[in-house]
Structures are given as structure tokens and as C-alpha cells.
């Protein structure tokens, strides 16, 4: 199963709300839905695009394996 780090890298970088995430998006000239992101947060989604990930990883400044990780 596959989870991701989305509130723990948050949390590190002290982004307090999924509402803050989202305009750090948008200031950046990006898009990421709000459900899209609620959903990521929560870890309830069983898909997301190549897109999404790219645009968390470049606003989270993270690399793709600091955000997913693979759970036994």
C-alpha cells in the first residue's frame, strides 16, 4: 500500500492548513483542487496524477520519494 507524507511535510515546513497549502499553490501560478488536495491529505484517494505530484513536490520543494512512501 502506498501513503503519503503530505501532513508530516506540512508540518515540517509549518504549514498550518490545507488552506495555506493551496494558496502557496496558486502563488505560484499552479493548480491543485481543493477536494483533490483534502482527499490527498487524508490519504483517500486511490489515484493522482503525474501533475499533481509534480506541482507538491516543487511547492513542497521535496522530491517524489520524500512524499510517497510504500507501506507493507
Known amino acids: 500500500m502506498i501513503k503519503n507524507r503530505l501532513a508530516v511535510i506540512m ?7 490545507v488552506s495555506e497549502l493551496q494558496r ?15 482527499k490527498f491529505y487524508n490519504n483517500q484517494n486511490n489515484n493522482i496524477s503525474y501533475d499533481t ?7 513542497l520543494e521535496c ?3 520524500d512524499l ?3 507501506k507493507k
Do not use: F, N
Request: charged share 35%; proline share 0%.
Open 53 to 59: 505530484l509534480e506541482t507538491l513536490c516543487t511547492v
Open 63 to 65: 522530491e517524489l520519494h
Open 24 to 38: 502557496m499553490i496558486k502563488d505560484e501560478g499552479l493548480t491543485i483542487s481543493r477536494r483533490t488536495l483534502d
Open 68 to 70: 510517497l512512501v510504500l
Open 11 to 17: 508540518a515540517e515546513k509549518d504549514i498550518k492548513s
